[in-house]
């Protein structure tokens, strides 16, 4: 990618660095369509992307992980909200926030009571349990910030994790006395 | 601005209304936006509208592609102010109009276009001249969707024209399923606070209280200049700037597209900015310590190699368009405001300044340098020797520069730029951002249409003429009249030029062969004429003008001819290649 545009005085804008954005969009057929066609235009990767209804019928949200320059961001977010589908863009990186990621795996089902006991700490530390405990196969669900989901992962392939499904970051920016202190859940910027 | 921006109020707002059907909700629509006059194609999923058509006050013009319907409807929207129209059918029909929407998306003009689409049953399934139309058309308007249900027809329409000429303005496209225009409704027009549009940007109107920082470093420079570009026009400021350039001594640069901001021969007027542009206008942007962009891009064309542009000023941006500030360039005060609320909440704020004479003094030695220097300095066509920049300037003191001159891209678009002498806002109309060839004559139909009481001229080169010079024959059928100056060195100009000077002279498909365009009229009915020498020259634009419709002058031009200045790729605005022409 090219290097970033100088950007207004003062303002750094060579860090590259994992963004997370929050956008309240309109729910209409299109709207996916219309952010991610923007940010291919401008060569970004989507980390990931989810989208959910709110609590107001006809908006939704999506939470987007990204990777990029401060500045070159910055100015995608301002072409973002012009979108006529796009209500409002914000960037929660340097925000305070919660940020979670639902994982889904399958695993073997540990062979003795000792790999047993490590597999349940594994998943416990992730926010995660059991969801079936088969005699050959075992699912469980993972709830937690992404790194700590990445190190669960890791962590879990030498208990014989079979396959995995990730839902993707959501987030929401959090008043910082408020956040909960579970530590899963919480990423102070 | 022409008063096609507001809907009026033909139909009085009810709870339902009579029944018709999505066709005549939509032509009800265009008629309360004020449109007049419509471009567009028939064909089989739009022909529910056509079939209806005549009920309305709405004229058709049936051009010959759809691309020069879109053209047109661009060429309409930036010679009136309102919103050009355009109608292709489904598939090809749709997929024609692409290169106009991202022609009009480019350069922020208001334009509404409407296709046809297979019934709602088939979609998807690959029927017949089925496109994705929507999904082609995202990344090249400002708004595309397709409206599903009758009841939506009303609000899709009257919400289209206004996403397309609300802040910055850009094309939308509204895609039907045919049976969407055959089934009733009985939904009323909506009144404009019924809009559903919340995530349509609105630019904060009224005072901008950054205005106050503005005048700061307004009266802390000694050497500053005024960029101004299309923002200016779209937001028809024209006057508050050329009352602010008065109020604060400032000289004002234009872009491309900020041609007419002000009268070139104002004496505040600094001229044409950027790679093919003026270099004491150049030289002025390297040498100032305060740089105003207003409503302008600050585009590559203009800027060249950002790290070396404009290295003595700080640099000020107002636009509308808040993602565009510190886009391209170093920005020190940004500024997210209308063009013309900006100018209107500077005057407020500005004592008058003395004359800013060492400046001036300055610019006036850059400018006779420069123009000397120039081919129209030269005077090469006083050795017989017929030239464009002589084409352009007779054209410009013929029609007493009132004329709309529609330029095509390349060197034609370059020469129209220096020589013809604007004065006016709205009648210097050209494809800047995107720089699509083929535009000029089907812009041009639109611009007549929309500004009769003007004369109207294309300026194109041989190539960009023979892109969509299937509209002549809409230029008859219509007595649409336009006065085409095809300037004809036989070449693909600019690409000879870049060869020439960047490739060694390694010139490659440079060479051009086109018709007879003398003969090429005759057939199709439209009076023309040839010019070889400069004095043909005055002749012929007098015949042209004469006219009562179309008419074309071919004029065969010195096929050597380049355009200098010029910045080379990569280069910046102090190390343009100036050349004296030989």
């Known amino acids: 990618m090219a290097a970033p545009q100088t950007l207004p005085a003062g303002e750094t804008d060579a860090v590259h660095r994992r963004h997370v954005v929050s956008a309240l969009v309109v729910d209409r057929p299109g709207t996916l369509n219309r952010v991610s066609g923007l940010l291919r235009a401008r060569s970004f990767n989507i980390e990931s992307l989810t989208v959910g209804t709110t609590h107001e019928p006809g908006k939704s949200r999506m939470t987007i992980a990204i990777r990029g320059d401060d500045g070159h961001l910055r100015q995608v977010l301002a072409q973002l909200e012009r979108l006529i589908e796009v209500l409002e863009v914000t960037d929660l990186t340097s925000t305070p926030r919660i940020e979670l990621e639902l994982v889904l795996v399958e695993l073997d089902p540990p062979r003795s009571p000792t790999a047993q006991h490590a597999l349940r700490g594994v998943l416990a530390a992730a926010g995660g349990e059991t969801l079936s405990e088969a005699a050959d196969l075992w699912r469980a669900r993972l709830t937690a910030t992404p790194e700590i989901i990445d190190r669960a992962l890791e962590a879990l392939r030498a208990h014989g994790l079979r396959s995995l499904v990730r839902a993707g970051a959501v987030a929401m920016a959090a008043d910082p006395e408020t956040i909960p202190t579970n530590e899963n859940g919480v990423t102070r910027a | 601005m022409a008063a096609l921006s507001l809907p009026i109020s033909a139909f009085p707002p009810a709870a339902q209304v009579a029944p018709r059907i999505g066709a005549r909700a939509v032509c009800e629509a265009l008629v309360r936006e004020g449109v007049t006059t419509i471009f567009g194609y028939p064909g089989g999923t739009v022909l529910p509208i056509y079939d209806v058509l005549r009920e309305f006050p709405l004229r058709h013009i049936l051009v010959r592609h759809e691309q020069g319907g879109a053209h047109a409807a661009d060429g309409f929207s930036r010679a009136t102010g309102g919103v050009g129209v355009a109608i292709a059918t489904s598939g090809p029909g749709a997929i024609n109009l692409v290169t106009g929407l991202a022609t009009a998306m480019m ?38 969707t397709v409206v599903m249900d009758p009841d939506e027809v009303p609000y899709a329409v009257a919400e289209a024209f206004e996403i397309a000429r609300s802040g910055r303005p850009g094309p939308v496209l509204l895609d039907f399923p045919k049976d969407v225009l055959q089934l009733e409704t009985s939904v009323p027009h909506p009144e404009p606070y019924q809009l559903r549009l919340p995530g349509l940007l609105r630019p904060t109107r009224g005072d901008v209280p950054e205005a106050d920082d503005l005048a700061e470093m307004i009266a802390a420079a000694e050497r500053p200049l005024i960029l101004s570009g299309h923002g200016v026009q779209i937001a028809g400021a024209t006057d508050a700037l050329r009352e602010v350039a008065r109020r604060s001594e400032i000289p004002v640069a234009h872009t491309l597209l900020g041609i007419g901001n002000m009268d070139e021969t104002d004496r505040l007027s600094a001229g044409y900015a950027g790679m093919h542009g003026w270099m004491h206008v150049n030289k002025m942007i390297q040498q100032c310590d305060l740089l105003i962009g207003i409503g302008c891009r600050y585009d590559d064309r203009i800027t060249g190699k950002t790290s070396t542009f404009a290295p003595n000023a700080r640099i000020v941006h107002v636009d509308v368009d808040r993602s565009e500030i510190g886009k391209n360039v170093r920005t020190d005060l940004g500024i997210v405001a209308d063009a013309g609320d900006l100018l209107t909440a500077l005057l407020r704020r500005l004592p008058q300044s003395e004359p800013r004479t060492e400046w001036m003094d300055q610019l006036a030695a850059w400018r006779k340098v420069s123009e000397a220097r120039s081919w129209h300095g030269s005077g090469a066509w006083r050795e017989g020797r017929l030239t464009a920049d002589y084409v352009v300037d007779q054209i410009g003191e013929a029609t007493d520069h009132q004329a709309t001159l529609v330029s095509d891209v390349g060197q034609n678009q370059m020469w129209a730029a220096r020589y013809f002498g604007f004065r006016h806002p709205y009648r210097h109309l050209s494809s800047g951002g995107l720089g699509t060839m083929g535009y000029a004559v089907p812009a041009a139909m639109g611009a007549a249409l929309g500004a009769p009481e003007r004369e109207t001229w294309a300026i194109v080169g041989d190539g960009g003429f023979q892109m969509t010079m299937q509209e002549l024959a809409t230029l008859v059928q219509d007595q649409i009249p336009v006065r085409i100056a095809v300037l004809n060195n036989h070449r693909l100009g600019m690409i000879r030029q870049w060869q020439e000077i960047i490739y060694d002279e390694n010139y490659h498909s440079a060479e051009l062969l086109g018709p007879d365009l003398v003969r090429l009229c005759e057939a199709y009915g439209i009076p023309a004429w040839r010019a070889t020498k400069p004095d043909e020259v005055a002749g012929v634009i007098a015949n042209a003008r004469k006219a009562p419709g179309p008419a074309l002058i071919d004029f065969h031009l010195d096929e050597a001819q380049n355009v200098y200045p010029m910045m080379l790729p990569g280069k910046g605005l102090s190390d343009m290649v100036e050349k004296a022409p030989e």
């Open chain 2, 107 to 144: 350069d922020s003009v208001p334009m509404v276009a409407i296709t046809g689409n297979v019934p709602r049953a088939l979609l998807g399934k690959d029927a017949f001249q089925e496109t994705d139309i929507v999904g082609i058309a995202l990344p090249v308007t400002k708004y595309a």
